[in-house]
């Protein structure tokens, strides 16, 4: 599935149920409905899950090119902090090795 299929779908969601928030009382109260804002509404969401797929995309092909991993917090490197980004505790760098490790032998 693409980014772009993937996107429309949680636009679809999403923006369905920011539009039943939004003017759901107006729909269930026979009011007129603000045709533009539900546009709108569907457009947002979309652009909001595209943006989030391609700039994960990005940043995955770009650390996997580095040679540095992808779980690795945002800003951390093994150069700068020993791999351990001192903000979140080795306790959870240890569970970010593990997983990665997992990740490359398909283990659990």
């Known amino acids: 599935m693409y ?3 993937r996107s429309l779908i949680v636009a679809v969601l999403v923006g369905t149920l ?3 928030i939004n003017q759901g009382d107006a729909l269930f109260a026979g009011r007129t409905i603000d045709w533009a ?3 709108l509404t569907f457009v947002v969401a ?3 899950a595209t943006y ?3 700039s994960y995309r990005l940043r995955h092909e770009r650390d996997l090119a580095s040679g540095r991993h992808f779980l690795r917090p945002h800003g951390s490197s093994p150069g700068r902090s020993g791999g351990n980004d001192s ?3 080795p306790h959870l ?3 970010r090795t593990r997983t990665a490790s997992s990740l490359r032998h398909g283990t659990q």
């Open 87 to 89: 903000r979140v505790g």
């Open 93 to 95: 760098s240890f569970a």
């Open 52 to 54: 989030g797929a391609v």
């Open 46 to 48: 979309y652009c909001v």
């Open 18 to 20: 920011l539009n039943l």
């Open 3 to 5: 980014d772009h299929d």
């Open 37 to 39: 804002k539900v546009l």
